[in-house]
C-alpha cells in the first residue's frame, strides 16, 4: 500500500562492444603534424559531457514532488516545446473509455535511459499525493535516443469495482487499461537518467490531468462465499486461492481502533480496492457496523498474506489494524 522505494533498473549492456584501435609507427616528421582524433577520443568526450540543462522552476503542485529524484520536470511548469525532456500529455482532462497518449519526447542531443515498465500513476487528494500504480514491474533497460519519443495509452476502465471484480495490477510498457480509478486529480509520470548522468540522480517527468468519473464505492469482492456474526466479530469465507498440504486457510483480522493509539497510514479508496483481503475486509466492517473482521482464505504466502507484523490504516476518518494468522493457530 505506501509507494514502493524507487527500483534502480540497471542491465547489462552488449558485452564486446569496444573498438579496438591498432598501434602504429611515425617518422620524426609525421610525429609533429596534429594527432587525428580516434573513435576512443569521441567517447571520451561523450563521457564527460554534462547533461542538458533545464531553464527556470520546473516543478508544480500540478504533479507529485517525486522525493527520490534529483530533478521533477512537470509538464504544467515548463515550455513544452524548449525543455530538453518533457512528458506531455494528449489532453489533460480524461473521460472514461476515452484512450489518452502521454509521450515522453527527448527533445536533447543526448541518449535518455529509462524503464517503459516503469511508468507512475498518482491521484491527489485534500492536497496530498497518493501512489496508485504499478505495484511491481520488470526491469529492463530502455534508451530513449535523442530526437525520440515513447508513448503510453491510458484507457480507464469503470464498473469493475462495482461489480465485485478484482482490481488486477498493470504491468504493460505502451497500453495501459486501468480500472479502480475515482473521479478526481492525478499525475502520469516516469523517471529516467541522461547517458552523461547518473541511475543514482534521477529525472522525474510527470504531467498532471483530470479524469472526469464518478466517485468509486466501496464494495466488498465476488470473491467473499460465506458471512456470519459471532457478537461484534463477522466471520467471512473467501474462495481465493487454492488449498495448501494442511488443507487450513489462513486468517486476516481487521479491528477498529482508536486513532490516538498508534500513527497510521493514510489510505484512499484507489489504494484500498488494489488490496484485495483489506477491501473485503474494510467494506465489510462498514457494511456489518462490526468491530472486527476475520477473513479466511488460502493465502499460500509466509508470512500469511505478505503481512509480517501489525499494520495500522486510516481510511476515511476511522482506524484500523490489520494482523493475521497461519491456518490452524488461534
Not at 479491528?255 to 484500498?272: C, K, L, S
Request: aromatic share 8%; charged share 20%.
Amino acid at each position: 500500500m505506501v509507494q514502493p522505494s524507487r527500483r534502480q533498473f540497471l542491465s547489462a549492456l552488449s558485452a564486446g562492444g569496444g573498438t579496438l584501435i591498432a598501434g602504429c609507427t611515425a617518422s620524426p616528421d609525421e610525429a609533429n603534424d596534429t594527432p587525428t582524433a580516434t573513435a576512443e577520443d569521441d567517447r571520451l568526450t561523450e563521457s564527460t559531457q554534462s547533461a542538458p540543462e533545464f531553464p527556470g522552476d520546473t516543478t508544480s503542485d500540478a504533479c507529485p514532488p517525486f522525493d527520490t529524484a534529483a530533478q521533477v520536470v512537470c509538464y504544467q511548469a515548463v515550455d513544452s516545446e524548449t525543455m530538453p525532456l518533457v512528458l506531455a500529455p494528449e489532453t489533460q482532462t480524461i473521460q472514461p473509455g476515452q484512450p489518452t497518449a502521454f509521450t515522453l519526447r527527448n527533445q536533447s542531443e543526448q541518449q535518455f535511459q529509462t524503464n517503459y515498465y516503469h511508468w507512475q500513476l498518482y491521484k491527489r487528494v485534500d492536497g496530498d499525493w497518493y501512489f496508485i500504480l504499478p505495484q511491481e514491474y520488470p526491469e529492463p533497460l530502455a534508451l530513449l535516443e535523442a530526437g525520440d519519443e515513447h508513448s503510453w495509452t491510458l484507457t480507464v476502465r469503470t464498473g469493475r469495482v462495482s461489480d465485485g471484480a478484482s482490481i488486477d495490477n498493470v504491468m504493460e510498457p505502451e497500453a495501459l487499461t486501468i480500472a479502480g480509478l475515482g473521479g478526481g486529480d492525478y499525475a502520469f509520470g516516469t523517471d529516467g537518467w541522461f547517458e552523461s548522468g547518473s541511475y543514482e540522480d534521477p529525472i522525474a517527468l510527470a504531467t498532471g490531468f483530470e479524469l472526469n468519473a464518478e466517485p468509486l464505492q466501496l464494495t466488498p469482492t465476488t470473491a467473499i462465499a460465506e458471512t456470519e456474526l459471532d457478537g461484534n466479530t463477522l466471520i467471512a469465507r473467501s474462495t481465493r486461492g487454492e488449498a495448501n498440504d494442511a488443507d487450513k486457510r489462513d486468517t486476516y483480522i481487521l479491528e477498529r481502533i482508536d486513532g490516538a493509539e498508534t500513527a497510521a497510514q493514510q489510505v484512499i479508496i484507489e489504494q484500498v480496492v488494489r488490496n484485495n483481503q483489506l477491501r473485503d475486509a474494510i467494506a465489510l466492517i462498514q457494511e456489518y457496523d462490526v468491530t472486527r473482521v476475520r477473513l479466511t482464505e488460502f493465502s499460500n504466502s509466509i508470512p500469511p498474506f505478505g503481512v509480517n507484523e501489525p499494520q495500522s490504516y486510516e481510511f476515511r476518518g476511522d482506524y484500523y489494524r490489520v494482523t493475521t494468522t497461519k491456518g490452524g493457530s488461534s
